[in-house]
């Protein structure tokens, strides 16, 4: 409630005495607020005129407080039946009563202020409102940017498997997230998360929960762990009553084992040749209190099957009847086999069919689907063909030291046909040897789950062999030659000839990480042809 | 046929010093018993030399085996020398340069 008073003449510049006028003390009257409820509210409106203090007995707040400032009359500023004011105006400075012609003029103005005030209420009104509309825009951009600048720019392109990704934020821009973590030696992370509340509270969360998962991933291999740890942390950041559901998978690309924890996200739904099963793990929500435990599971993907992962801003979306989408609809779209298997489009074009055209999202929509297309995609995957190319052999061996011997035997046989001199085979053999055993070593690190690639292939100019590992995200040194006297000399190792070698063993060396693996090519030109 | 991954070395006499034999693959298995081998032989007095006629596969550990032997016998001022190489290895012993510290005889019968 706006209260008004009089302007005293120290503020109006004219405490100064006039000519034979005595100079006499000026009191100020306060704003007054009259609070919703006042008696005094509604007996203003009823009597609609100027009131004498004094003819007042009201159990009022308002009405001791203008006592207490002196004033005698109020004036009511009424506008559409309801007070939008009020003058509170003291003792006359002639120290006489309030004639009649001056509550005539008091209500006259009043009358004119009025509008005039419900006007400049109404217009006041208006603009807090677009301003608050423009703070929220603000905050909702704010959001929608720290969404956008951590999802992940690009999805993971793994030999063997398809990953796709679908988002699409609700207006108010929730706190969905999902993220790849490139683990090396072949793992791949994977995280979908939600955080309770909207905004920038939400993506500040958000962005703070991401970090820590991303940290912890790099320290800890058990999924469980990475969860208890990342909850320990958040729950002395995170602000109070929010939260973030969160589930997080370690995906070993060569074997399909998908090792996961949950902490209270939806469950992830995996589609095989026997149909579809959810991955159950229990864990509470992070954030919420200290000490939790998650529990880890292990699952087997097999080449076909494919994993679904979602947020809830698809199972409780609702249509025109306040249905939901529910978990059951969900599962029976994941069950369905889809043209070209674009399961993500398939499920989103069914949760529009089911909310209905134009219906506003309620809350931000992500879908993470994973699919493992082939076992043995690894070893031809980035093998660009040149020209003419006939492949002479694919295969792989486990990480285990000695199998670069088994390898070497392997690519002897694929090029005998080739006919090449028996120095350049026993050179191509201790190249190869040297490859495969750097890629048991140091790419893979005699890790036996894992396994190197090697193909083979030819053309009339050039026998070409790739070796690839899975120590993609791995600096690779450069060769250089080897300091001999350095080394008998005790100054050095004795060991460091195995990169050298090869290039010297072959004619020309290419390696390439791209994918979290790491490739070797040796290209050995065949005399006479190139 | 590269596959066996067992070495062994056993010394012999030659007539201008000890003989080392080696068999099958040179790689860093191969570090203990060459070792062993060449303490046996020093012991012995004359050029110390390595008959590689039953080697099958040396890879870049198993350089680093003779880079490390060599070293120890350069330590003491032992002469080494090696036969019974392929040409293949041969070539492997000139780029790496061991062939500049030691003597590589053309066969057996030479370095004998």
Not at chain 1, 18 to 25: F, L, N, S, Y
Not at chain 1, 160 to 175: E, L, N, Q
Not at chain 1, 185 to 203: C, E, N, S, Y
Request: glycine share 8%; hydrophobic share 40%; net charge negative.
């Amino acid at each position: 409630m706006v209260s008004w008073r009089r302007r005293t003449k120290a503020e109006a510049g004219e405490d100064k005495p006039q000519p034979g006028q005595a100079k006499r003390d000026v009191e100020i009257i306060e704003p007054i607020e009259i609070q919703p409820g006042d008696p005094l509210e509604t007996v203003l409106v009823s009597m609609g005129r100027p009131v004498d203090v004094s003819e007042l007995d009201l159990d009022s707040e308002a009405l001791s407080t203008i006592r207490r400032a002196g004033a005698e009359i109020i004036v009511p500023l009424i506008g559409q039946g309801e007070l939008l004011g009020a003058l509170y105006l003291g003792r006359r400075l002639s120290d006489q009563s309030y004639s009649a012609d001056d509550r005539r003029l008091l209500t006259s103005l009043a009358a004119q202020v009025a509008p005039a005030m419900n006007v400049a209420l109404l217009v006041r009104s208006q603009q807090a409102e677009a301003e608050e509309r423009e703070r929220i825009q603000q905050e909702l951009q704010v959001a929608a940017l720290i969404q956008h600048t951590l999802l992940p720019k690009e999805l993971p392109s793994v030999p063997g498997w398809h990953v796709d990704a679908f988002y699409r934020p609700a207006r108010a821009v929730g706190g969905d997230f999902y993220d790849f973590i490139d683990l090396g030696l072949g793992r791949q992370g994977v995280v979908i998360g939600d955080v309770t509340d909207k905004g920038v509270p939400a993506a500040l969360v958000m962005a703070t929960c991401r970090s820590m998962l991303r940290a912890a991933a790099q320290q800890k291999t058990s999924p469980a762990e990475v969860l208890a740890e990342v909850n320990e942390a958040l729950v002395d950041e995170i602000p109070p009553a929010m939260f973030v559901t969160c589930l997080y998978a370690i995906i070993d690309t060569a074997a399909g084992e998908v090792v996961f924890a949950n902490a209270g996200h939806n469950l992830p739904y995996v589609r095989s040749s026997d149909g579809v099963v959810e991955l159950r793990a229990t864990g509470m929500p992070l954030g919420l209190m200290n000490g939790m435990e998650y529990e880890e599971k292990v699952y087997r993907l097999q080449d076909g099957d494919v994993m679904v992962l979602t947020s809830d801003g698809i199972t409780e979306a609702h249509n025109p009847e306040r249905e939901m989408y529910g978990f059951g609809r969900l599962m029976g779209r994941v069950a369905r086999k889809v043209r070209d298997e674009d399961v993500c489009s398939s499920i989103v074009s069914d949760l529009e069919d089911w909310t209905g055209e134009n219906a506003e999202q309620e809350d931000d929509i992500t879908l993470v689907v994973i699919t493992r297309t082939s076992s043995a995609e690894l070893a031809a995957s980035t093998f660009d063909p040149n020209p003419g190319e006939e492949t002479l052999a694919t295969f792989t061996v486990p990480s285990v030291e000695g199998n670069e011997l088994l390898a070497i035997d392997r690519v002897v046989d694929a090029i005998e046909p080739l006919d090449l001199d028996l120095s350049d085979v026993e050179r191509l053999k201790t190249a190869v040897g040297e490859a495969v055993m750097n890629a048991i070593e140091h790419g893979n690190e005699f890790n036996a789950d894992l396994e190197v690639s090697v193909d083979v292939r030819a053309t009339p100019a050039a026998v070409r062999v790739r070796i690839t590992d899975y120590g993609g995200n791995k600096v690779i040194p450069e060769a250089e030659t080897p300091d001999l006297e350095a080394k008998l000399a005790g100054d050095q190792t004795p060991r460091g000839w195995g990169l050298f070698l090869i290039e010297k063993m072959v004619d020309e060396v290419f390696t390439e990480q791209q994918n979290g693996t790491h490739t070797v090519e040796l290209v050995l030109n065949q005399r006479g042809e190139s | 046929m590269t596959s066996a991954n067992t070495f062994e070395a056993r010394v012999s006499s030659g007539d201008r010093g000890p003989v080392i034999e080696l068999t099958g693959t040179v790689n860093k298995a191969a570090k203990e018993p060459l070792e062993a081998a060449y303490e046996e032989a020093a012991s012995v007095q004359g050029e110390m030399r390595l008959d590689f006629r039953a080697v099958d596969y040396i890879n870049s550990t198993g350089i680093a085996v003779i880079v490390g032997l060599l070293a120890k016998a350069r330590a003491t001022g032992r002469e080494i020398g090696a036969f019974g190489l392929t040409d293949h290895y041969r070539e492997v012993f000139e780029i790496t340069r061991l062939s500049d510290f030691m003597t590589i005889y053309d066969d057996a019968k030479s370095a004998k």
